[in-house]
């Protein structure tokens, strides 16, 4: 999702990479939306130096075989470099998950920031469809979220989160398909 030269997520991202002006093929949206790849969420430096970014993983203890699960069952996110935490359910399910409902989706959002947040937005297939302002010097965001519209969207339904810091740090939740 992002390195050091910028943001890959779709056309006219915020801090999107000035590398990518002419072809919109290497954004991560042509993958999830268009190609209907599912893919978990991640930063991390490039091959000209370490840079900025950060993986982070949801493992319940440290040893290879979680660390591999969770990279296989994309229970990931991304961040530009600050250290923030999100933790993305939708109807139970955790980010990087497949889902079946029947019911309208019941997105539950945490978000942990390392310094004062400015705005969390919803992304359902890679548009913003919901933002909620931070309170006021919080490093710290909780919201549960239904989207009644969900069944508009005919061939692919999925979510991911989006959370600003004021210092311009960005986090990415993998997405959750519906």
């Not at 939306?33 to 091959?47: F, N």
């Not at 139970?92 to 539950?108: A, D, F, Q, R, Y």
Request: charged content about 30%.
């Amino acid at each position: 999702m992002y390195q050091r030269k910028g943001n890959y997520e779709y056309p006219d991202c915020p801090r999107e990479s000035p590398s990518n002006t002419e072809n919109k093929k290497p954004f991560v949206d042509y993958a999830l939306r268009e190609k209907k790849y599912k893919m978990g969420l991640i930063a991390s430096g490039d091959h000209t130096g370490m840079g900025v970014g950060v993986a982070a993983l949801w493992v319940e203890k440290l040893d290879r075989k979680e660390i591999l699960d969770a990279m296989r069952e994309r229970r990931c996110f991304a961040t530009t470099g600050d250290k923030m935490i999100v933790d993305f359910r939708i109807n139970g399910s955790i980010n990087g998950s497949v889902t079946k409902t029947e019911k309208v989706p019941e997105l539950n959002i945490k978000v942990k920031a390392q310094r004062e947040l400015e705005k969390i937005e919803v992304l359902r297939n890679s548009k913003v469809i919901k933002t909620y302002p931070a309170p006021d010097g919080s490093q710290e965001f909780e919201q549960v979220f239904s989207d009644e519209q969900y069944q508009d969207e005919k061939e692919i339904c999925y979510y991911y989160i989006r959370a600003t810091q004021k210092n311009n740090q960005i986090l990415w939740s993998s997405p959750i398909w519906v």
